[in-house]
C-alpha cells in the first residue's frame, strides 16, 4: 500500500505565500511523476503543476510565474511553493502520484487526501 500525505494548507490573504508538501510512503519501487492538483467548488479537478523523475515540470497557465514545484527523491516528497495568491486559487490541492510497484512493472495511479487552501482578506 502506498499512502499520500499532504500538508501546508490554511488560510492567507491575497498576495501571501504557503507551501503545501507531500510525502508518499509504504511499498514504493519508484515515482515517475508526482504533481498537484486542485478543486475549487463547482468546478471540475484541474492540473496545478507536475515534475517529473527528470526534474522537468509543467504548470497550467493560470499559475506560472507564482508557482513552483520541487521535490525531494530522499525523502518521497513533493512541494508546491505558492507565490502572489489570489483568490481565484482557492480550493482543495490533491496531491497526485504515479508510483512504480517494488516488485513487476505495474504503476499505479495515487492521490492524497486534499488540503483546503482559502485566499481572502
Known amino acids: 500500500q502506498v499512502q499520500l500525505v499532504e500538508s501546508g494548507g490554511g488560510l492567507v490573504q491575497p498576495g501571501g505565500s504557503l507551501r503545501l508538501s507531500c510525502a508518499a510512503s509504504?511499498?514504493?519501487?519508484?515515482?515517475?511523476?508526482m504533481g498537484w492538483y486542485r478543486q475549487a467548488p463547482g468546478k471540475q479537478r484541474e492540473l496545478v503543476a507536475n515534475?517529473?523523475?527528470?526534474?522537468?515540470?509543467n504548470y497550467a497557465d493560470a499559475v506560472k510565474g507564482r508557482f513552483t514545484i520541487s521535490r525531494d527523491n530522499a525523502k518521497n516528497t513533493v512541494y508546491l511553493q505558492m507565490n502572489s495568491l489570489k483568490p481565484e486559487d482557492t480550493a482543495v490541492y490533491y496531491c497526485?502520484?504515479?508510483?512504480?510497484?517494488?516488485?513487476?512493472?505495474?504503476?499505479?495511479?495515487?492521490w492524497g487526501q486534499g488540503t483546503q487552501v482559502t485566499v481572502s482578506s
Open positions: 509504504g511499498s514504493i519501487g519508484s515515482i515517475r511523476v
Open positions: 497526485n502520484a504515479y508510483i512504480g510497484a517494488v516488485v513487476g512493472s505495474a504503476v499505479l495511479r495515487y
Open positions: 515534475i517529473f523523475s527528470d526534474n522537468s515540470t
